[in-house]
């Protein structure tokens, strides 16, 4: 089936940890982001990317670093500078060429620090 | 970053009732879309709306796109329990820039 998938879906660090957080879609789609989403925060971009071996900086992209090498991929790291990394971070897709802007998420990864 | 501001920020409603959440901006939009989030997954796009003016269902679901582009509302009929979850809205304002979403407006149905 098509679609996005995130893992870990849980996921434990200590303080200080740098830690990644996988995300594939194997929809052919053009552009992927990544989101933070903290309990009455709703969904803060971190970072964006439109094409392969390009990305920009979303509202939060501080502490954070992301790669894109291939169109399917684009993982997520979350550095020691992060001061608050606790949070449910998502990933979502879509067809760029379209610009319709309808967006597609994986189910997330919930990152808890100690 | 903007986001936009959708209220209410949460809803506790009897199964049977009808529901409508808005969202408003002072920024005009090109684009915009309903999504709902269960506990623990990700967002799932209910409705899009692409011109000002347009009403769009989806079963029990009516969204409409304001005619001056800065507002949405969407509208649920005959609350189930199912409904529970969170609602978000989300707008773009021009080609292929990232979506801004409103923080949400958490549902409770009461059976």
């Known amino acids: 089936d098509g679609g996005i998938t995130q893992s870990p879906k849980y996921l434990f660090r200590k303080e200080g940890q740098n830690v990644t957080l996988s995300c594939e879609q194997n929809l052919n789609h053009d552009a992927m982001y990544w989101y933070r989403q903290d309990p009455g925060q709703g969904l803060r971009l971190i970072y964006y990317s439109q094409i392969v071996n390009d990305f920009q900086k979303g509202d939060i992209a501080e502490g954070y670093s992301v790669s894109r090498e291939k169109k399917e991929s684009f993982p997520l790291t979350v550095t020691s500078a992060q001061k608050n990394p606790t949070a449910f971070y998502l990933c979502?897709?879509?067809?760029?060429?379209?610009?319709?802007?309808?967006?597609?998420f994986g189910e997330g990864s919930r990152l808890t620090v100690l | 970053g903007q986001q936009l501001n959708q209220s209410p920020q949460s809803m506790f409603i009897q199964e049977g009732e009808d529901v409508s959440m808005n969202c408003t901006s002072s920024s005009i939009f090109n684009t915009w879309l309903w999504y709902k989030q269960d506990p623990g997954e990700g967002p799932v796009l209910l409705i899009a709306?692409?011109?000002?003016?347009e009403l769009t269902s989806n079963g029990r679901l009516t969204a409409q796109f304001g005619i001056t582009r800065k507002d949405s509302f969407l509208n649920i009929s005959a609350s189930i329990p199912s409904d529970v979850g969170i609602y978000f809205c989300a707008g773009q304002r021009r080609g292929n820039t990232p979506l801004v979403f409103g923080k949400g407006t958490r549902l409770s149905v009461i059976a």
């Open positions: 979502a897709s879509r067809l760029q060429l379209t610009g319709t802007g309808e967006l597609f």
């Open positions: 709306l692409y011109k000002a003016g």
